[in-house]
């Protein structure tokens, strides 16, 4: 089905998308989204303040996003 083709397409696209990212910004995104830690909790591991890491996320969410994008237009998201 066309829908199921898309999302595997956009999973494919990000897990490409996050290999590029630094390793600070690889681990601000796993701490947030795949430990479920709130701002506080990553400010800390990470050692920066509470509104450096909303930055840092907030900047990273848009990397991804345009990489994404990238990637689907071009058709780069199944040449992983």
């Known amino acids: 089905d066309q ?10 696209a990000l897990q490409r998308c996050r290999k ?3 390793p600070t ?4 995104l796993a701490l947030r989204y795949d ?5 506080s909790e990553i ?6 303040t509470v509104a450096a890491s909303r930055q840092l996320l907030t900047r990273v969410r848009s990397e991804l ?6 990637g689907l237009r071009h058709g780069h998201a199944s040449t992983s």
């Open 65 to 70: 996003r345009k990489c994404i994008e990238k």
């Open 35 to 39: 430990e479920a830690k709130d701002f």
């Open 43 to 48: 400010a800390g591991i990470l050692k920066r």
């Open 3 to 12: 829908a199921e083709a898309y999302e595997r397409e956009l999973k494919q």
């Open 25 to 28: 910004a690889s681990r601000a």
């Open 20 to 22: 590029k990212l630094s």
